[in-house]
């Protein structure tokens, strides 16, 4: 899939993720996201938000991921066939002077929902 990486510091503080195509702000904290997203990967950690049209693919990825353990979850997700509607948004960031020193984020998004 296409991957667009957004690099800065301390963007896991003060950036909103706006969609693209209805404008609606992603916010992680409140687990608020717009029928767009069909999940957020958080690679240290897990899945934030998976959504119900996409529960049955990553189900697939996960049960191949348990299979495989030559491969992992977010190699899984970067490499799904890429359609003109859907991609993924990396946010990350480094450079915390205190607590994690760095984030990531992977955002899918399919606009043709
Ligand atoms: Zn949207």
Do not use: W
């Amino acid at each position: 899939m296409q991957n667009l990486s957004l690099q800065n510091e301390n963007l896991a503080d003060s950036f909103r993720l706006h969609c693209i195509k209805c404008g609606h702000v992603q916010d992680p904290e409140i687990s608020s996201y717009c029928e767009h997203v069909s999940f957020v990967f958080l690679p240290d950690y897990d899945f934030e938000y998976i959504s119900p049209e996409s529960e049955e693919l990553i189900a697939k990825l996960q049960e191949s991921v348990d299979r495989d353990d030559s491969t992992d979850m977010e190699s899984m997700l970067v490499n799904l066939p890429s359609t003109k509607s859907s991609f993924i948004i990396e946010i990350g960031s480094a450079g915390f002077s205190c607590g994690p020193s760095s984030f990531r984020a992977l955002y899918g998004f399919d606009l043709a929902i």
